[in-house]
């Protein structure tokens, strides 16, 4: 049931699918900007209802939990996300637990244990489900961080099943937007990989070189610039290699690649506190002996990683035994 229709994404780029990319829904844009499209949707028995609170929903057996109207509580945020081949599926989002008179959490279990982030599950969900998992996340982070207008500060109207907001004052649409993050597996001519250790993660824990594009940049000055700003590190050939939403608020993450003119290292010192070039042997060695962490999960910075290694890298032996 869960992929009952297709990713019209037939073709790839190189990382292939990845985890929070292989969305299926149809989310009926043209659909969603009809007046009273909603309480069309209400009225249905058909329609199926997601609800999310402080971003988590609830996973059971694999799957997204959907629910009939009838369970789901008063209050929310409901914004359309789409028809997935048998079902409209409708989103209700509380920014915090809605609960009852006797103050238990009302949208439907209480089961701390079936009210999953996105970042734990989405990997093991179907295609279908890590789609509108992320999409109602996205679109709910939006709904909640964005109430007063950016021109004239008067309140927002919500519009279009929850994808436009309105101000009433202007007459002016505002839209969801996306903030574009390069992230890059830089190689030497030697084809050994530069990792980073991140000054937030611990200064153990290596990943890609990442950053978010600035405005009126191209993808590929991006690249080449927080590359060179992080690491010192002069980089051409910057080549696109797939790209996966990261919800954490609104990022878009685009993978990319892109060759090492020197290998001199030169970290920040703010963000970046240890860089290193890595053969795949020592890569490996490094991982097994649990000397450094590295992205695992459902990151793009993962599957860049493993792209470049040629596979899943081994398990640190600790955890492994
Ligand atoms: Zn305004």
């Known amino acids: 049931m869960s992929d009952t229709v297709q990713n019209p994404v037939t073709s790839f780029p190189a990382l292939g699918a990845l985890p929070l990319a292989r969305a299926t829904t149809d989310r009926g844009c043209e659909r969603r900007t009809d007046e009273g499209w909603l309480d069309v949707l209400r009225a ?112 927002l109207d919500l519009r279009a099943s929850g994808w436009v907001k309105h101000c009433p004052a202007e007459d002016l649409e505002h839209f969801p937007r996306t903030d574009p993050a390069v992230i890059v597996a830089i190689t030497d001519e030697d084809d050994r990989l530069l990792l980073g250790a991140n000054k937030a993660w611990g200064g153990t824990r290596f990943s890609t070189l990442a950053g978010f594009v600035e405005p009126g ?12 700003e992080e690491s010192g590190v002069v980089v051409r050939n910057p080549r696109y290699m797939g790209s996966q939403p990261w919800p954490f608020p609104r990022s878009l993450m685009l993978g990319f690649t892109a060759t090492a003119v020197g290998t001199e290292l030169v970290p920040d010192g703010e963000e970046i506190i240890d860089l290193r070039w890595f053969t795949r042997e020592e890569l490996a060695e490094a991982v097994r002996s649990g000397s450094i962490g590295v992205p695992t999960g459902t990151s793009i910075a993962s599957a860049l990683v493993e792209h470049w290694y040629g596979g899943v890298l081994p398990e640190p032996e600790r955890l492994a035994n």
């Open 44 to 155: 249905d028995p058909a329609t199926r209802h997601l609800v999310l609170v402080g971003g988590r929903a609830r996973v059971l057996d694999g799957e997204l939990v959907l629910i009939e109207l009838a369970a789901v509580p008063a209050g929310g945020t409901e914004i359309y996300l789409g028809f997935d081949g048998t079902s409209e599926i409708v989103l209700h989002s509380f920014h915090d637990a809605p609960v009852t008179s006797d103050g238990q959490p009302s949208a439907g279990s209480t089961d701390p244990e079936q009210w999953l982030g996105l970042r734990d599950v989405a990997a093991g969900l179907g295609a279908r489900d890590a789609g509108l998992f992320v999409e109602a996340v996205a679109i709910a982070n939006w709904n909640h961080a964005v109430n007063f207008c950016p021109r004239c500060g008067g309140k």
């Open 217 to 228: 940049e191209s993808l590929e000055s991006a690249v080449i610039r927080e590359v060179a």
